[in-house]
């Protein structure tokens, strides 16, 4: 039963269970497609972002570029007054972090640095020929922009607390004789710019890599540029380095629940006209190259993913439930069912066995009831021929009873009484009869048996053979085509055949070669045997109704009781058989008996 | 033959014919009473009867049972004669049987006077021959 049952669960169930795990994995997919294009867009504003930022300091870098400064230019001595005005800009655009002017020497000769919102410190002037942005902005050509490395910005090889990064932006710079006399270079505060890119609309993450995929900037980490401050952990999964190896275009890789966006960000040799339309465009000269990676991390993607497998497990859970107790109850009914069906057959069976036994009976019963109709028909055939017969005698012997009463004379008397003696003589000799009647009925059981005709035949023709058949050439003849087996009653259908050759040999005609015929015929379904013989026989119309009666005779000078067709009559009518005589005198007799 | 017969008994118990004729005797010592063990006896002589224009026997008394020809068989005989018969003749069918289809089957012979049943005793005797023989006897 519960393996059934579980079967058919796990039947209904897997198909159910294959169904909503592919709408489950084909809605998670949508969710996650639908959030990588969501990151896409989020991604592009940002880069944008980004990349209008640099634009603004590159377009910033260019006009200090494009400024044509005096001859021999001193702005911290005899060009102060041509200074000032561009003081007062540099003090305003809080952005800049320090404004610099250095010779072809790498040697500062104007160096502002910020303090506050409103304030700038003039003055303090450094040598700076070993920095690297200084000898990348000397060999610039005009036109040409240089663009650092976002880097923590450091006073005298220290980095400046607290943290600072900042974005060099260095232009070279020329007198009014379009002389080349040095660079300038302005230090960009980024942790605006970076911290606008790390701020969240969703809970996503981004990375900004340089090309060596260090990270400048991350909304993991508060603070920027954290492999400069020593903190080598690199906050940035590796294997997602190689991937963006050798990536130009913005990609987006779905990993191990992550989405992540990336996004080259190439700034190198690519030109733009900055500022004042008049201007030519500029070539940007950068040592690197940027990534910009937002990742949506597995939280996020599951808190999205979340409804759908609860959903999912809630709705899986119910079917199991469900589709449990479905197939519990179903198997439980079927069961029950087949139970049903199992004790109506076996009470079928047993219904058809009583029917059985009921028809058996009703066969048995019907046997007797034949057999003691016959019994019936006997007894009352038997009862005619006590009253009819014995009455007479009976009758008589009361007479002569009655007479010898009242008779006085001793001669009469004497002439009486031997007439009892007749009267008993004629008793016995019924009574004989009688008996010999019952006997044939009643000395055996009716016995059906399927009987060999032409056997039987011969059986009794062997009785006669000694006798009478030999001597007088009387013939018995056997046509049995049609039919040669009957079930009959054997001691029957003996003594009849017995007492028609007896007859036909004992009423044979002298004149001609005498003999009896059984042939069998098949007439409306019965069998039919017809015994012929071309013996004296029969005046029909005067002796037609008495043929088969006892005591009747018909030929004076021949012997014969009167009993032999009596018999054969009797023992046909007991097994519902008929018997009718066809005769011609001095032709013959022809019996048919229908069985 | 050299006394005509007045009664003709026809029956194949012997012992019957003995006692109706004594039965008969001791009514009247006048009537004459025939006796044959058969119908074919019976019908040879009466056949005869009417060949010699010989008076029949006013009665006769007729059994159903015997062997060689019956009471019936007697009558259908008697049916064919009967134009050739010149005086009354009553046949009487004697029988022990008491079977109703032979009352019904005696009834349908116009040729019979009556149906008696044995044993005849010597009242019915004297009653059938009152009718017939009126005081003659």
Known sequence: MWKRVFKMFIGLYVPLVALTMYIFYSQKEKQIIALSEYQQRDAILKKNYFLEQCNALLDDTVYWSNLEYPVSFDPMGKHTSFMDRYIELIKEITDYDQFRFIDLHGQEFFRAVRNSADSVTIGNLQNKENHQYVRAGLALSKNQLYLSQISLNRENGIIEKPNKPVLRAVAPIFDTTQTKIGVVVINFKMKRVLDQLKSKVADTELFLLDENHRVISSSLHEEDLPYETGNVDNVFPIDLISNIKGITLDTTIVDDDHIWRLQPIVLNGTKSSFGSKSNLPSEIVTPSNWYMILEIPPRLIKSYVQPLLDSFITFNIIAIIGLFTLSYVFQKKKAEKDLFYKELESKNILLTRSKDQLEENNVIVNEMNNSLEIRNKQLSDFNYLISHNLRAPVTSMSVIVEMIRIEKNPEILNQLLPKLEQVSNSITNLTKDINKYVSILDSKEIKITNIDLQELIAEVKHEFTETLLEDTGFEVLINIDAWDHISYSKFYLQSIIHNFISNSIKYKRDDVASYIEFKTAIENKHKVLYVRDNGIGLNMERHGDNVFKLYKRFHRNISGKGMGLFLVKSQLDALNATITINSKEGVGTTFKLIF | ?137
């Open chain 2, 1 to 137: 033959m050299t006394t005509k017969p007045n009664i003709l008994l026809v029956d194949d118990d012997e012992l019957y014919l003995y006692l109706m004729k004594k039965t008969i005797h001791q009514l009247s010592k006048d009537l004459v009473v025939s006796t044959f063990t058969d119908g074919e006896q019976a019908v040879e002589y009466i056949s005869k009867c009417t060949e010699e224009k010989i008076d029949l026997p006013e009665v006769i008394f007729l059994d159903i049972n015997m062997p060689f020809l019956d009471g019936w068989g007697f009558l259908n005989e008697f049916k064919k004669l009967k134009d050739k018969i010149q005086n009354d003749v009553n046949i009487y069918m004697v029988s022990s049987s008491m079977r109703d289809s032979d009352i019904k089957k005696a009834s349908h012979f116009e040729e019979l006077t009556g149906y008696v049943v044995k044993p005849v005793n010597k009242i019915e005797l004297a009653e059938i021959f009152k009718k017939i023989y009126h005081e003659n006897w």
